[in-house]
């Protein structure tokens, strides 16, 4: 069975922080991705990747970048973390096909 | 502009049939239907995909009319633990930057 683990099921930060939320894959899949979730809004793509040290820009990506040193890690990571920031994060992980998710990061900034 | 729409919520008993329409226009001729369940505090789980006519599996069906500008998911005789909100994600002229998601249908099966 795929595994999508997120390294925090919730996170508390400050304003201006940088803000790195994690994302591990154990089924070596070629595409890797960050959405968040909000009322009302359904699930919004901020990033993705389809490989190693690749990297496209999904529909709100501003405010935010990515890393994928490793085909099974992609992180987000938020520069300088605002309030409007707050949301769950999922990550997504898929071989040409349907997505596989994590659980989610609840990203609260203060 | 591309969109994903889907009706809020929805309301079924027991044992009934669901159908969730959503509407996506303007999808390419390749491009798959996906549907995803959720519960709370978990990610979505992958249902049912499809590009074209019907598709059937162990829990559900999507039909997609040939105009390819909206699908149903259709869940045979619903039970309680069926209570969950149901995502369509569309792909939108190809490429993983085009994925557009719905805002959710929230079912509520009662006894």
């Known amino acids: 069975d795929v595994k999508v683990t997120q390294s925090s099921r919730y996170l508390v930060k400050r304003t201006g922080e940088k803000v790195f939320l994690e994302c591990v894959q154990d089924m070596d899949h070629e595409n890797m991705f960050w959405y968040r979730q909000d009322p009302g809004l359904g699930l919004r793509l901020i990033y993705f990747s389809y490989d190693v040290k690749m990297k496209e820009k999904g529909d709100i990506p501003e405010g935010y970048s990515v890393s994928r040193e490793k085909k099974e890690r992609f992180s987000l990571i938020l520069e300088s973390a605002s309030t409007n920031q707050t949301s769950m994060y999922l990550c997504?992980?898929?071989?040409?096909?349907?997505?596989?998710f994590g659980d989610g990061t609840r990203l609260s900034i203060l | 502009l591309a969109k994903t729409t889907q009706p809020i919520s929805m309301d079924s008993y027991e044992g009934q049939e669901v159908n969730i329409t959503c509407s996506h226009n303007?999808?390419?001729?390749?491009?798959?239907i996906t549907w995803y369940q959720q519960f709370p505090s978990q990610g979505p789980r992958f249902i049912i995909q499809?590009?074209?006519t019907k598709v059937t599996n162990e829990v559900a069906s999507l039909f997609i009319p040939a105009d390819r500008k909206s699908s149903t998911l259709s869940l045979p005789r619903v039970s309680l633990s069926d209570t969950a909100v149901y995502y369509c994600l569309a792909n939108f002229s190809g490429g993983y930057n085009k994925l557009i998601f719905g805002a959710g249908t929230r079912l509520a099966v009662h006894p």
């Open positions: 303007n999808i390419a001729t390749n491009d798959y």
């Open positions: 499809g590009y074209k």
């Open positions: 997504a992980s898929s071989p040409d096909g349907p997505q596989h």
